[in-house]
């Protein structure tokens, strides 16, 4: 796989009080892939514009960059004040937790991810209300001696920290990524395993679990689902251009849960798609993407697909837009929220544009389009019999990446984003937008959602005047 070190991340510096104010300025590490930033028109940072959600910049022009995110990118720390999240992996400093045999944690936030010096111990990932522990069940065979802070390429192409646990010259290894929300644990095969399964335990005291055949088992405690556990993608070690057809990725596999001998144990068994496993042109080492991470709260969003009509997936991290064997046909639809924050001028935009991630690499010709939605939806009703119709297209891309990586996707939503600031109901902006395949019958594509705390997608407005009013917000989405 070839190697992405184009550099993901801004580093940026600004921390905010619980108001909203700006306060002493830190470093952070920051979500944006954006032209404004690497030109360096960004001049000044204007902090009252700053929420979870949201930043704003002077540019070296005149004119102003807002920035609006599908998932905060900051948490509230023990001063009461809020501050970025560094996603950086460190040493243990708790003397408490060292004694207990855990070696590494993510760097800041309200979100702890607790990684053990072997793998006899589970990860722990823990808030102020909720511990989770967890790690993969091995086979006999499946020895693993090794854990190693390391940077290394993801499944995406990315090189990024990550704790590693084995090394290529056993039979599995499994590399831990740091989210905003938790961790992305990557489950490397070296060789075919023997089997199709992937097991792991989970310990989560007073809860309960759903499983609705959507790609991800979520734990449910008196307030709700407050964690999900995603696996999905199965990729190879093909380093060469390639085709949907050539099956170097497969996004086939089933996910199942039981009750473990312990009240607060349960068995999570993901089966993989074992004729990928088994084909002759798949290139081992095999990587499988999963993901154990807390819910936050997010632009609302939801995918539908055609041969899994009653399923909802509104907390899946990924999106099939286009045409899948397994899916079906696929869309995506996406709410944003400008009037939740911002007062502005229709005319004082001068362009904006929503970006987000594609993860397949293909090299094929995918042609993908944003389309307004013409009625209301609720996410977390949303399937495929009940989808909301929708009518103009206000964005195209033809997605042909070619790169056998992630790729950068951004629309033109600027006409869109006038007409929402213009109406004073919201409703433009409720009814929201569909990302869709044009070509049906063509293949497929994976973005990246509003649930995906490794790649949030965000807004970047561009105005000719600052917003005449600004709504601090610490919840996108209440309710």
Known sequence: MKKNIKIKFLIIFAIFSLSGCAGTLKPVTEYIDSDMIKSGKHIEKIDEYDSPYTMCYKNSDGTYTVYMFSSPISFKNEKGQFEYVDNKIIHIKD?????????????????????????????????????????????????????NLTESENIFGDVLPNVCYGDESENICVKNYITKAGVKSEIVLNKYPG??????????????????????????????????????????????????????????????????????????????????????????????????????????????????????????????????????????????????????????????????????????????????????????????????????????????NGKNHINDISFDITDYTKECFADSSWMTESHGLVLKGIDIDGNYRLFTTHDNYLYPPYIEINLSELPKGFQFRGDINPG
């Open 195 to 400: 089997t199709d399964e992937i097991k792991f335990k989970v310990k989560s005291p007073d809860s309960t679990i759903e499983n609705e055949n959507n790609g991800y088992i979520s734990f449910r405690d008196e307030n709700g689902i407050f964690v999900t556990l995603y696996g999905g993608i199965q990729k190879d070690s093909y380093t060469e251009n390639f085709e949907e057809k050539d099956g170097h990725i497969s996004i086939k596999n089933n996910v199942n849960i039981k009750k473990g001998i312990d009240s607060d144990l349960y068995i999570v068994t993901f089966k993989l798609d074992n004729e990928f496993l088994l084909n002759e042109s798949t290139v081992y080492p095999v990587r499988f993407d999963t993901s154990l991470e807390f819910n936050l709260s997010c632009q609302p969003d939801s995918q539908v697909y055609s041969k899994n009509p009653f399923a909802n997936a509104y907390l899946s991290p990924v999106s099939i837009i286009g045409n899948n064997s397994h899916f079906g046909e696929g869309e995506h639809y996406i709410r944003f929220r400008f009037n939740y924050f911002f007062n502005c001028k229709a005319d004082s935009v001068i362009s904006s544009f929503y970006h987000l991630k594609e993860l397949t690499g293909f090299s094929s010709d995918k042609n993908i389009s944003l389309n307004q939605v013409n009625d209301q939806w609720t996410s977390t009703d949303l399937n495929w019999f009940n989808k909301a119709g929708f009518e103009k297209e206000i964005a195209n891309k033809n997605v042909n």
């Open 95 to 147: 003397s408490k937790m060292k004694k207990e045999g855990y070696k590494y944690q993510n760097a800041k936030n309200n979100i702890k991810v607790l990684f053990p010096e072997n793998d006899s111990k589970d990860i722990v990932i823990k808030n102020d209300e909720n511990t989770i522990k967890y790690s993969l069940v091995k086979n006999e065979s499946d020895k693993i001696d090794s854990v």
